[in-house]
């Protein structure tokens, strides 16, 4: 049976709503391929730390290994006790100084990887975003270029010879949520009253799959993150349009009073009109967009009419409320939306 939803038959649509096609276009998330700075110490010391501990159960188990078999109980044992060894200093200092060092050496590599991961300078190419986690969606603010995006956050490409980092302050809207890009950094929660910061210099251009880490509710498996990282020529142009005010079609006035007429204005904002609301994503550029509802569904105008009809249907548990509006109206209002680029 083919559902109808909003006007468009549902069955028509792989059930991944086009992301498992969109998605396998990119390398996948891996916390073995790094391509930012702190993802790679993360990655060296984790490598690291198995090497140095694989070393020592190769030892241990050995040594386990031929003593059990070695001195195993055999039928013409006598019944007499080993020799027993008592109070060798030579022994006893040996194995309380090998592993003294060696926790030692473990402990100053990883107190140098938190270091370089959280408590870098600033360099003055240094780009700021703050980061707001939502259920279930992550708002992008850019303070110093007054853009603001949602759930795909663009990031200049950093040269290590003159890295230009980004780095971003996080906070929750409401509930504990983390920010988990895998090659770019490791988790950051984001906890709400409280200021986190992390930092990023990817060092290959391309897009970036991440995902909340930290169970926030209904729909924390698809509060997903893309990070597009781009040359700074490409980077710069995407700042330029994102600040200009999306143009208005006069086809889509009609589309555009629905908008401004109804419950939609309460919860977003689109530049140029009476609406900013601040609780959903911010819509002025959602066309500028590859996906919808964070990373649920790619942005078409059908997947937007599913969505903007009832968005449960493709997130089950979104906050935000089925729109219920007629045929007509839905039509339009879509159509206006796609206009915002
Ligand atoms: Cu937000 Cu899990």
Redesign the pocket.
């Given at each position: 049976m083919i559902a109808v939803i909003g006007g468009v038959p549902v069955a028509a649509f792989a059930n991944d709503w086009g992301m498992g096609a969109s998605n396998s276009k990119i390398p996948p998330s891996s916390i073995y391929n790094p391509v930012s700075t702190p993802a790679h110490e993360i990655n060296t010391v984790a490598f690291f730390v198995v090497a140095i501990t694989g070393v020592i159960f190769l030892i241990v188990a050995g040594l386990l290994t031929y003593s059990i078999v070695r001195f195993r109980a055999r039928p013409t044992d006598d019944t007499r006790e080993p020799p027993q060894v008592y109070g060798s200093s030579p022994i006893e200092f040996a194995w309380t100084t090998v592993p003294v060092i060696i926790v030692l050496v473990l402990i100053l590599i990883t107190a140098r990887t938190i270091y370089t991961v959280q408590a870098p300078a600033r360099p003055p190419g240094a780009l700021s975003v703050h980061v707001i986690?939502h259920?279930?969606w992550w708002e992008f603010r850019y303070p110093d270029l007054g853009v603001v995006t949602a759930n795909e956050l663009h990031v200049p490409l950093s040269d290590p010879k003159n890295p230009t980092p980004t780095f971003l302050d996080l906070e929750s809207a409401d509930?504990a949520?983390?920010f988990w890009v895998q090659r770019l950094a490791g988790k950051t929660d984001?906890i709400p009253n409280k200021k986190n910061t992390m930092w990023i210099d990817p060092h290959v251009s391309g897009t970036y799959l991440g995902q909340?880490?930290?169970?926030?509710?209904t729909e924390?498996a698809m509060?997903l993150i893309r990070v597009v990282v781009e040359p700074r020529a490409d980077f710069d142009r995407w700042v330029a349009a994102q600040k200009q005010p999306p143009a208005l079609d006069p086809s889509v006035v009609h589309g555009r009073q629905v908008f401004e007429s109804t419950a939609c204005v309460n919860c977003h904002t689109i530049q140029g009109t009476a609406a900013n609301g601040r609780f959903g994503p911010d819509l002025t550029h959602l066309m500028t967009r590859e996906t919808i509802g964070a990373g649920v569904a790619m942005n078409t105008p059908d997947h937007l009419k599913v969505w903007v009809n009832d968005p449960s249907v493709m997130k089950p548990g979104a906050l935000m409320p089925a729109m219920n509006l007629d045929d007509k109206d839905l039509d339009d209002l879509v159509a206006y939306l796609v206009t915002l680029h």
């Open positions: 986690a259920q279930w509930v949520h983390s984001v909340c880490g930290e169970y926030c509710g924390h509060m």
